[in-house]
């Protein structure tokens, strides 16, 4: 192998590798929206954290968390869920083909979650019994999607 | 464990899991900077798959890709990389020290990879040249941080 790279030559080798390494259908796309979860459960444990008393409140850090998940909410990247990328296809997913079905009403819990996002982003920096107040909308707002279109596991 | 939990007390059980099962140090900030890394990996893959002509060209589809690398570079999240979060704290992250020392020029290299990305942004809806074009410099930019800062592996 050519000791030098061009950095064109460079990504191009990364992305073939990547490409050879992640046959199973769909794994790109679900790798890289594992990845989006792993974004907001960081963000979510910051802010549980305050709420249950685990970590002292810090405004400042409790208002950066819920920017954070108003920002992924924002990147807004519907290639990530390709139609058929469901736990039937790849069961490194856990998405259930519900969430892709006729009459699916995972629109109104997509914007029921931004809601929730926004309301814990204009309370999350005033105090802590506005972070605890928005905490349950937030949580209610997972668990909805959650219980309606992922597996157990 | 009560039937019925309510959205704030299902969520605070959700954190608590994911801190008990994520003790190494930095874990939850690794795996959420990780699926950032995985989000760009899955856009790059489709432009370069394009640029070596391994796929039809779509503007659309290209464009696309573009925009969110931009996107996931504006989500500007300092959190996911605390100082001391490298692979001598934790092996689950290829991050070398050196990301962190003095005199790091992580910053620089940042900013190149942004101007590279926003280059990408302007040509690959153009024309399948011009995305090629731009593909150099896209991967310049990725290469020379992860030659500079992460552990081969």
Redesign the interface.
């Known amino acids: 192998m050519k000791k030098i ?8 080798t ?3 590798g ?2 050879l390494a992640e046959d199973a259908p769909f794994s ?2 679900i ?2 929206r ?6 907001n ?2 963000n ?2 910051i802010l ?2 305050m ?2 008393g685990e970590t002292p409140y810090d405004a400042a850090q409790a208002k ?2 819920a920017d ?1 998940l108003v ?2 909410y ?4 519907p ?2 869920w390709p139609a058929g990328s469901d736990n039937t296809a790849n069961p490194a997913t856990n998405a259930l083909p519900a969430a892709w079905a006729e009459g699916s009403d995972i629109g109104a819990k997509m914007e029921a979650w931004e809601a929730a996002a926004l309301a814990m982003q204009a309370a999350a920096g005033t105090d802590l019994a506005s972070l605890q107040g928005a ?10 999607c959650h219980k309606a279109f992922r597996a157990s596991n």
């Open positions: 790279l061009t950095g064109a030559a460079l990504i191009l990364v992305a073939t990547f490409a790109k796309e790798k890289a594992q990845g989006l979860m792993n974004i459960a960081l979510i444990g549980a954290g709420a249950k950066a968390a954070a920002a992924v924002n990147l807004d990247l290639m990530l905490m349950e909308g937030l949580g209610g707002a997972c668990g909805s």
